[in-house]
């Protein structure tokens, strides 16, 4: 698994990757605008001696370190020696293509070498032919626009050439997609017609020989979901066999672990499984696997004498109806609970009998539905194998056999999920209602793990020989104590972790004591109270008045924002100020706006507090209105703090703080994105000077010119520094 080198072969690449990094190296060379960082050298000799002699290495990376380059050539010098590949894992699509067409290149031409780099996607990314060709003779199911876009979905498939939803251009509705992208439990392989055309398995040779593979986190843990079953040595996952990770923006890990692993239901996710067995045409009779089923039997079918027939058209459609309808049922005894805590969620505990879900009624409609799909499941494992012994006469026998026994086993895991969160009383698990969707009518049933350490080390860490972690943002006051402890990076008493722990922060380069103003307003109201939406607006045009626009304004609330938007954009127009908010259009446009020219202002809430780059004049300040602390009352985090406080720790110092510390890291990092970048951070809430924690958020900044005062002496500040 792991070469131990020796420390002559350790010196001589130590050696070369310091000449790479030199002031008169090959980086150099190949750059025109090259700086010699020394904190990246620090960084690279880190993460290549990680590689070397394994462990777990964690780097917090200050913003223009070029952190990518300082794991990305270490890795790669690792690569010639070992002939191994490269794991990269993101959070974002910014940083893969960030990675994939800047960095990449660059560490080709300096280390002479035309290795192969791929940024592997998941099966949903990609159009299935066959599905295509299949939905495209079921057009009378969907509605015009939705024929519109499979149209055009026909037309591109022909061109593309990675055929992939990014390669698209325009975003087709969500089921339109559904209905056409390729899945892994769907799929024959090498039996379908269209396996030599096949854009995934085109992507999956590609893997194969590529050297460095960018994922992202999610499809990482898609990855384990397969090794937890197959073992982590398997070569049937989607990820070649590895043992080596570079996990940037790690900081995210904690919520993708948690995502997931966890579980949801919903009465959407029932009906498009539904749809997938049949669905009835308005002209063209019945779609989905059962329409398929039933147009290879021809019209002479006979339900009296052929079985497969008679469950074609009398019981597989009768029983997804009353399927479809008691699940509506269901999911609508559950909607008035999520109203009752006011936000729109409730916890359901499955240790109390008295927890309103177990009512009598409700417990009915559970019952009823569960016995409708335990029906359902019966009947198309009929299916399966009425259609098994007949697969050899048609020429999709394989290929409707793979969707009849994959719809099958999706109906049996539908199921048992909903038997899981009904019961909620799995350890180590919250359980809770939510509501989605326009007008929120749609009623989500989730559970989450409390702690996803223990998971991480015994299906992931565990198997490694290097771990590598790397952010502009992950320690709270100088320590890493949370993202240790979160992530399970240190071995328990029975489950290992690679050894040793090593920890760097790599300040900035930057000059954030000339590049920016942090004014912390004394006067304004702290959070919660009435006067806070007319207090900030009113704070926001004076900060206009002298920014001309070129400002974000991050909100941890959307309610908020739509409270402040809706006082600000007539104030904001009479400056002749655009006032752009998140929500209205897609976050790509609303920043080529905010770029454009015109004066602009950016009110945005999650999204916008980080992967979001707009360097130069355009963004001169950034007002974060709120310290992000987490909600309370949100289910993970109140099952996490209940949890930490039964063990007798402190939540707020070794949870709640750190997250919010790290979130607000981010948020203050949209201002300085070069050496040359100047600005204002704005922080509008008082506590952050008058309770005792609000020294480890301005520890946790970077050293700039501070003012703090009442609103007239920070906007003073600001008009000098503008």
Known sequence: MQQRYSPTVDEEVLTKLRSLF????????????????????????????????????LIEAGTGTGKSLAYLIPALLWSQLSGEKVIISTNTITLQEQLLHNDIPLARRALNWDFSACLVKGWSNYVCLLKLRQTGTELDLFQREQITQLDRILTWAEVTEDGTLADLDFAPDEDIWESVCAESDLCTRGQCPYYSRCFYFAARRKIRDATVLLVNHHLLFADLAVRRVLGFDTDRAILPRYYHVIFDEAHHLEDVATNYLGVEQSSLGLTRMLRRIHRSGRRTGSGGLVGRLLRLLGQGADGEDDPLARLLQWEIPATVRQVRELGHGFFQQLHPLC?????????????????????????????????????????????????????????????????????????VQYQKNLEFLYNADADNYVFWLETMGRGHRVVRFCAAPIVVAQQLRENLLQYLVSVICTSATLTAGGRFDYLIDSLGLVASEDIPAPEPLTTAVIESPYDYKQQVLLGLPQDLPEPGSSKVVPELTSFLLDVLNYTKGKTFVLFTSHRMLEEVAQR???????????????????????????????????????????????????????????LPFKVPTEPVTEARIEAMERQGRNSFREYVLPHAVIKLKQGFGRLVRTKTDRGVVLICDPRIMTKAYGRVFIQSLPECTLIQGSRSEVMDGVRRWI
């Open 22 to 57: 030199s002031p008169e190296g090959e980086l150099a060379a190949q750059f025109s605008d090259w700086e010699h960082r020394p904190g990246q050298l620090v960084m690279a000799q880190q993460v290549l001696q990680c590689y070397l002699q394994g462990g777990t290495t």
């Open 339 to 411: 109203l009752l805590s006011g936000e729109g969620t409730f916890v359901v505990d499955g240790s109390s009998p008295t927890n309103p879900i177990y009512d009598e009624t409700v417990f009915d409609a559970y019952s009823r539905l569960q016995q409708g799909l335990v029906a359902l499941s019966r009947y198309l494992k009929q299916v399966v194998e009425e259609v098994d012994s007949r697969k050899d006469e048609w020429e999709e026998g394989e290929t409707l056999h793979a969707q009849a026994k994959a719809l099958a086993n999706r109906v």
């Open 568 to 626: 600000l954009r007539g104030l904001a127009k009479g400056l002749g100020i655009s006032l752009l908010c998140q929500g209205q259009a897609p976050r790509r446009a609303l920043l080529e706006e905010f770029t454009s020219g015109e004066p602009a202002v950016l009110l945005g809430t999650d999204s916008f507090w980080e992967g979001v780059d707009v360097p130069g004049d355009a963004l001169s300040c950034v007002v974060i209105v709120k």
